[in-house]
């Protein structure tokens, strides 16, 4: 067998430190870089990450997990300047995230050109943003054969995500920035479904314990009051974007419910904040249910009462600085320069003033040297002043602290994990206490801290995968039994048959597929039957030729009970039959999780009562068959369901919490929700209409494939009749595609383990 792959894994930047971001990840010759930043610390070249150490030109994809410039600024850089261009690289990242990219870099590159050491023009900046493809959380991207990934939900600010990689089969989990505390406005970040053999992930806070929200909520707030109170202003060095709305909401709401606060203004003083505040608008829907529901009820969060802008005139800071008390919101977030560091200068003697600082601090910036507190301060301009006014740290950055970072490390269990995104002792004392809870518990876990440009090289023992096909999946193996047969290695990805499978699996005769999945359950029979009934209508049960108990859905797929706590789904392999087969195993799965399920099973007495006087009494059942278009419906929604996530069922002038069908259809529809986009259904005329183009395809196609798929299963299923060249290859692809779907369900016992 071929020597054992390795995957590099290079930091660029973002080793051991916090700021430019970019981590190169080569495995059998394909190439991803994961994020593209600056370092706020340093300026002009070396503020970028290592990028002279890497060949550009053989990059297949570069994905940027977020918007903030440590993640994201040097993207310009590398597109135009290096010779990515040459090569066939892509760049990827969130619709939001492009979106308010667009903003940051205008502002990056408006403050960059004042200076002698701009990197680029706003030209390379317009050319380089025509070049990324924008993506939605949970869609699975294909770059080329051999490598694709699907974002998820990362939490830590719009549009932010995490990126399960697959290149070649070695599943790799980049988080990026990410927080597991659900704020006013995000949601946390999700934890993907499928183990990835490597866990890349932030260290930001070590092991670091933060305090609650509401807690440091309730500390900042009356901070904020008590400043005011003793006559002073309020600096808060943040950025135009992301953690600032945050803060945004937490003090309207403040001022609020303070009336004696009402003539005190919050200023929110960044050129970006009109334009910004449209993409929050635009992008509620990916947002928390806080903000969600407020939106419903015409509440838009996002219009402050109490916040103004400040006048956009030269000179404003000295202006404020010398008005009345207030609040002040000023970028950037780190006081380099700008309206931060001038207000910070203008307020520093004085001691009723005070400056919070609410974000991560990067080491060398002046937001956190201040935290020392030092006596005096030099200005920019050289001069040395005193500081009197208080200093605070309430973070409200949003990222993990340790105990979040070590359950979602523990959570996705991959074999190896890579701190990135953390200071050196930071990093260091995370994986010490990370290495002692795997040695307590005797897992072997090996925690990766690579420094820039030290290359980890990572091999996975040798181990391989291979899929048993056909005849042999019929054993039931158990540990230690050794199968043999034929090792079918098709970019690498290895499938195991026997021989006799062969002329099936060549497909040089009309052939028959029979696929089997096994899956383990924990819930009864009845229970399973009761799913299956609700979502198909009738099923056909009784006993196979083995004697072994079958339901069959769809007249298509046999749901076999083949041994206590296990079914197996069999069924012969064609386009339509594998997708139902596909929205069983998806229901069957589910059926733990349903809480319909948990009805049922805490009242299974009437249940089985219901049963015995035939399916009438049944909720979903459709016993006498005159609503059958509510079963179409439903199953439309079910395959629409599969590959889209969760989608709603409108009715014109239905309670918009009543999802069950009422009696008249008509303008009726269903609501296909992507991320920030979305596509409507008409039950009436099956049209789809969406304001996303991309999307509308997407559905369309899906449609497409469902009604096909119904219509074809209401006719009598003849499968066979086609001219046996097509069948053949048709067969021959579903082999592969049913042994992905496979390889996917963690319970599938056809997954056999081949030590090379
Ligand atoms: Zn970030
Ligand atoms: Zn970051």
């Known amino acids: 067998m071929a020597e054992t792959p390795t995957l590099s894994v290079t930091m660029l930047g973002a080793g051991q430190e916090v700021g430019r971001s970019c981590c190169v990840l080569q495995y059998r010759g394909k190439t991803i870089v994961c994020d593209a930043g600056v370092h706020p610390a340093y300026s002009g070249m070396a503020s970028l990450p290592f990028i002279d150490e890497l060949d550009w030109s053989t990059v297949d994809a570069l994905l940027i997990t977020h918007f903030h410039l440590d993640h994201a600024a040097a993207l310009t850089y590398i597109t135009e300047k290096t010779n990515f261009r040459d090569g066939k690289g892509k760049v990827y990242m969130t619709h939001p ?97 499928i183990r990835p053999d490597v866990l890349i992930v932030e260290s930001t806070f070590g092991v670091h314990t933060l305090e609650a929200r509401e807690e440091k909520e309730l500390r900042f707030t009356n901070l904020v009051h008590s400043i005011i109170r003793r006559n002073g202003h309020v600096l808060l060095p943040t950025f135009a974007l992301g953690r600032a709305q945050e803060l945004l909401l937490i003090l309207d709401e403040y001022w609020r419910k303070h009336p004696d606060l009402h003539n005190i203004p919050i200023y929110y003083a960044s050129g970006l904040a009109r334009k910004c505040m449209a993409v929050y608008q635009t992008y509620i829907h990916t947002m928390n249910n806080n903000i969600r529901s407020r939106f419903a009820k015409r509440d838009n969060p996002f219009v402050f009462k109490h916040i103004s802008n400040v006048p956009q005139t030269r000179g404003w800071e000295k202006k404020i600085a010398e008005g009345p008390p207030c609040v002040v919101l000023a970028s950037p977030g780190f006081m380099q320069v700008g ?16 400056v919070i600082i609410t974000g991560y601090s990067i080491e060398g910036t002046p937001a956190r040297d201040i935290m020392t507190e030092p006596e005096d301060f030099v200005t920019l301009k050289g001069a040395t002043i005193p500081r009197k006014l208080s200093v605070d740290d309430i973070s409200f950055s949003a990222h993990v602290d340790y105990s979040q970072n070590a359950e979602f490390i523990e959570t996705v269990k991959a074999q190896h994990v890579v701190l990135v995104h953390g200071e050196q002792a930071a990093m260091s004392r995370l994986r010490a206490a990370m290495t002692s809870r795997y040695k307590e518990r005797d897992e072997d876990v090996k925690i990766h801290t690579p420094r820039n440009l030290e290359t980890l090289r990572l091999s996975f023992r040798g181990e391989r995968v291979a899929k048993a096909i056909g005849t042999l999946a019929d054993a039931h193996p158990k540990t230690g039994d050794i199968l043999s047969g034929l090792l079918v290695a098709k970019d690498y990805s290895y499938t195991l048959l026997d021989p006799r499978d062969l002329r099936d699996f060549a497909g ?11 899956i383990i359950l924990g819930v009864g029979w009845n229970l399973v039957k009761w799913h299956l009934e609700g979502m198909y209508g009738s099923i056909d049960e009784g006993l196979d030729k083995d004697g072994v108990p079958t339901m069959r859905v769809m007249g298509v797929v046999d749901v076999k009970y083949t041994a206590e706590h296990e079914l197996t789904l069999e069924w012969e392999s064609s386009s339509s039959n594998d997708m139902i087969a596909d929205s069983t195993l998806a229901l069957i799965t589910g059926i733990d999780k349903s809480p319909a399920s948990v009805k049922l099973t805490t009242n299974s007495h009437s249940h089985s009562h219901a049963h015995a006087h035939g399916e009438q009494s049944h909720p979903h059942a459709d016993p006498d068959g005159k609503s059958s278009e509510r079963i179409r419906i439903a199953r439309l929604a079910m395959f629409l369901e599969a590959h889209f996530g969760e989608i709603e069922f409108h009715m014109p002038d239905a309670d918009d919490d009543d999802h069950e069908l009422g009696e008249d259809e008509h303008g009726a529809s269903l609501l296909v929700r992507l991320d920030e986009a979305e596509a409507q259904i008409s039950l009436v005329n099956l049209t789809v209409s969406s304001a996303n183009d991309v999307l509308k395809k997407r559905v369309e196609a899906v449609l497409d494939m469902a009604l096909t798929t119904i219509s074809s299963l209401s006719e009598a299923f003849v499968s066979g009749t086609s001219d046996v060249a097509d069948d053949a290859a048709l067969s021959k692809d579903h082999v592969d595609a049913g042994a992905e779907s496979m390889e996917e369900t963690e319970d599938s016992e056809a997954i056999l383990e081949v030590i090379a």
């Open 339 to 354: 309206p931060s560091r001038e207000l910070f200068e203008l307020w520093a003697p004085d001691s009723r003033n005070g």
């Open 508 to 518: 040089l005769t009309t052939c028959t597929v029979t696929q089997r999945q096994k």
């Open 97 to 193: 995230t492009k979106a308010l990219h667009k903003f940051m870099m205008q502002d990056y590159v408006r403050m960059g050109s004042s200076t002698s050491d701009a990197l680029f023009s706003p030209l390379d900046m317009t050319m380089s943003l025509a070049s990324i493809i924008p993506i939605s959380a949970h869609q699975l991207i294909t770059v080329c054969p051999g490598i694709s990934f699907t974002p998820y939900h990362a939490g830590h600010v719009l549009g932010a995500c995490m990126f399960l990689i697959d290149i070649y089969g070695l599943k790799i989990l980049y988080t990026g920035d990410y927080s597991r505390e659900e704020d006013r406005h995000l949601v946390k970040a999700e934890i993907p479904p």
